[in-house]
């Protein structure tokens, strides 16, 4: 401990002269400080050989420490004006975070411009890439693996939610960001990394735009960054588990639906099971049909009709739960940007009447990203389901 807060110390002292106190106060044991040099050798010079992604915050490459231990290094781009003092705390409250069902923060590199995160990592890389990616990457999933996935990641988030202190939004729910550990267990990562890059993420910055799938309309139009958005786009990740189709491509049929646009069609069809993967053969049809309808009330357009994270769990856990259809209403799908800027609206069927007043209201201001706040209204698990006696 002594160990990792004096070196921390050292770092803050060249970088941002912070007082001795103040440096103690924000180090933990949790935090393991490495330096620049230490994850160069683990990375091979960042070899691009190493490097096993990208994305909005940076580049990731695969490490091994000098112990032997496997690790995820996610460079940031360097792009946040944040100070040293405000990135530690944030990266002491990440690394205080466990649960079987997150990515494990090991530690961080801030060495004159660079900025690094270690995680653990993780041997079947993300959801995207074994369920959405191209063939050469694609790995068959049975039933019970995409259930356990489902479920898990309903976990972590749920703890992000409820049990975290303070109680955290994660803001990018979606495929890659679902990484799958060597049984296929999932654990959620870059929660809390939003954060990190306070200057340079708005609600609909470039890089959320390129996830526009899984964005709740409320928090893609108006702002409105409540839990439930995060529970809207679980319920998109969810339909992606069962139909191993993407949600990002405008593809279901040929009116070109998004992905929850044409369950909702099949739904009213009464050709619900037609979404399940073609490469899922065998597949108990009753509890499917259970975690498709989940999804579903998921992705309601109206957040306070959505059930928070605890509720998902159960519903999706307990078989005997009968789901109370009645109260299901239409999803909420946000097409995006154009071009020109304009948004193209929330799709089909799905804004409310409450919707519909906030937009008038929204007059095109920049809204307020209400970061962190719960979900103002609260809806009765009784509302959305029905236990059956045991
Ligand atoms: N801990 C990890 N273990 C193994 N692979 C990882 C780990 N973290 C990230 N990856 C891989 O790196 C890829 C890129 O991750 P990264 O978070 O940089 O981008 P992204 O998730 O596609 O986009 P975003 O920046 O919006 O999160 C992931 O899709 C995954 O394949
Ligand atoms: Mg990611």
Known sequence: MFFNCFRVLDKCKRNDRLGQKEAEEICTDNVRVFSYNSLRSATDDFHPSTRIGGGGFGVVYKGVLRDGTQVAVKSLSAESKQGTREFLTEINLISNIHHPNLVNLIGCCIEGNNRILVYEYLENNSLASVLLGSMSKYV??????????????????????????????????????????????????????????????????????????????????????????????????????????????????????????????LREEGRLLECVDPYLTKFPEAEVIRFIKVALFCTQAAAQKRPNMKQVVEMLSRKEIKLNESALTEPGVYRGVNKGGNHRGLGLRGSSSQESSSTQGYKGKSPAVNQGSSSASVISFQSISEVAPR
């Open 140 to 265: 068959p999933l049975d039933w019970s693996t995409r259930a356990a996935i489902c479920v898990g990641t309903a976990s972590g988030l749920a703890f992000l939610h409820e049990e975290v202190e303070p109680q955290m939004v994660h803001r990018d729910i979606k495929a890659s960001n679902i990484l799958l550990d060597r049984n296929f267990c999932p654990k959620i990562g870059d929660f809390g990394l939003a954060k990190l890059f306070p200057d340079n993420v708005t609600h609909i910055s470039t890089r959320v735009a390129g996830t526009v799938g899984y964005l709740a309309p409320e928090y893609a139009l108006l702002g409105q960054l409540t839990k439930k958005a995060d529970v809207y786009s679980f319920g998109i990740l969810v339909l992606e588990v069962i139909s191993g189709g993407s949600s990002s491509r405008a593809a279901f049929t040929d009116e070109l639906l998004v992905l929850v646009e044409w369950v909702w069609k």
